[in-house]
Structures are given as C-alpha cells and as structure tokens.
C-alpha cells in the first residue's frame, strides 16, 4: 500500500510543469532547416480535445491527427527570416512514453542569421506553458530563448 501511495504521489509530481523544447537545426548543404518538437502528448490531446480526440499512439489514433497538429502548429508558431515568413512541410511525429516528437523541415533558407521565431504552443490552455526554443547550425554555437505567455517573437543573432 505505501509503494501504491508512493507511486501515485510521483506520478502526480511528474507533471509540475508544461514544457516544450522546439529545435531547428540548420542544414547549409541543403538550404533548410530541421524542425523538431518536443512535448507532451496528452497535453497536446487536451489542447485538441474540443476539435478532435487525438488517441496518439494507440489502434484508434485519429486519421487525420497529423494535418491536425499541423493546423494546430501553424496558429502557434511563426518563422520569418528578414521580412519573409517561412513554411513547413509536414515530416512525421513520434511517440516516446508520454513524450510526441513532431518533425517539421522548412526550405530555402540559406542561413539561420537573424532568424525570429514566436512561439505560443499550449499557452491557451495551460498558462503557465514555456516554450524553449533552441537555434543551432554548423559552426554556429547553439542560441536558446524561453517563451513565456505574453512573450513577443524573438530574434536570434550571432
């Protein structure tokens, strides 16, 4: 009984906060740029629920759950370099446990200086969401910002 006690008690703990870790990593060779975004599933479950019931991972996962995370991704998340917004293609996701693993890849973009990203997943349902947001290419030492809600789109420069 104490063991039970003990283990519900972590499971509980495990879920303090609400955290995203979003990467892009540069690709010179092939002018793009290497989107992947890490969360938790069954946050993002919830954040959907009023559209659609997700069911990440099992027999009956939604069919169209990729193009909704995708819909879902492009009201949360902005990429422009200079004064132009870039677009994804749609990669594929994975599921590790409790944590989705979403891969995104973004063309044409010769270099990652003064790219500025805002980004907002989950900030609508769960307030206290941050969102870390991390800039690396070859060469290049690794920029990170935390977003916050209410924080405005930041720019990285090297």
Not at 5 to 32: K, Q, V
Not at 86 to 104: N, Q
Not at 140 to 150: N, Q
């Amino acid at each position: 009984m104490k063991a039970l006690l003990i283990a519900m008690s972590l499971a509980f703990l495990a879920h303090d906060f609400y955290i995203s870790i979003l990467t892009l990593r540069h690709n010179p060779e092939a002018s793009t740029l290497e989107v992947t975004w890490r969360m938790t599933a069954h946050d993002i479950e919830y954040a959907l629920s009023p559209k659609a019931e997700l069911k990440l991972g099992s027999d009956q996962e939604h069919p169209q759950a990729d193009s909704l995370l995708d819909r879902y991704f492009s009201e949360h998340l902005v990429v422009s370099l200079g004064d132009r917004q870039l677009s994804w293609s749609w990669v594929g996701k994975e599921l590790e446990g409790e944590t989705l693993y979403c891969y995104l890849q973004i063309a044409e973009v010769g270099s990652v200086e003064g790219i500025e990203v805002g980004n907002t997943l989950l900030q609508e349902v769960f307030p206290e969401q941050q969102n870390l947001v991390h800039v690396e290419g070859p060469g290049l030492p690794a920029r990170s910002h935390t977003f916050i809600r209410g924080s405005a789109s930041h720019r990285f420069i090297w």
